[in-house]
């Protein structure tokens, strides 16, 4: 299977169309892989957030129709990213957008785990509730959002619904870099699948971002890491090396904790 990593820079010199253009582009040249996967709030930036009121859009906005076409002219499945969603009744939601190579819309994640401490999207967005999974011909995708990735019972319900690739969009901040790393590892090693985590670029109100998207295969090996700027990971793997690293190591058929619901005294 191959796969690219889009990690794109999100600047402030840059308006929200000359980004889709940019970005629409550069799927396009991706012709020929399997998946394509876009980083969270790309067109706004992930601390921007006065910017998400300002150009939150329904979800068969502007960004929805540009990526379901860029996905067809590609022939790929595209994991777009993630963008500042107006729900018809008012709140906005960090909703992350997957489309076939057909252009259609196979799945749509609201992000369920919203960070800030009481501050920012924390507050600013609503919070998903569902874990949501896609089936692709070579394998399942688990999806997930940046601060998401500090949970690790959201992975475990992923691979309970049948997740063999994890899918990371972020906008992680460069500070706390080393926890990318180390949690992306982590999580691919704990659940015996691949993952792959698209962060972005560039410096966005004030926070400086980590970059360094990362593909991560089930026994926690690093098969592709970017830099700090501007970078297309382009990586091939097995998808069937899931089943035989849990045949090989079956440590997942040893769990013990919340598979049953606790026993009342």
Known sequence: MR???IQIAVNEDESV???RRRVTEL???QAGADLVVLPELWTTGA???E???REAEPLEGPTYEAMAKAASDAGVWLHAGSIPERDPDGPLYNTSLVFSPSGDLAAAYRKIHRFGFDKGEAVLMGAGSELVTVRLPATTLGL???????FPELYRGLVDAGAETLVVSAGWPERRRSHWTLLAQARAVENQTFLLACATAGTHAGVPQAGHSIVVDPWGEVLAQAGAG???LAVEFDPGKVA??????????????????????
């Open 244 to 265: 035989t690293t849990r045949e090989q190591f079956p440590a997942l058929k040893d769990r013990v904790l919340g598979l049953q619901p606790p026993r009342r005294p």
């Open 230 to 232: 501007e970078e297309v």
């Open 47 to 49: 601390f921007a957030y």
């Open 27 to 29: 799927v396009r040249k």
């Open 51 to 53: 910017e998400f009121g």
């Open 17 to 19: 169309e000359a980004r």
């Open 144 to 150: 997930s959002t940046c601060y998401d990735l500090r």
């Open 3 to 5: 796969a690219s990593v």
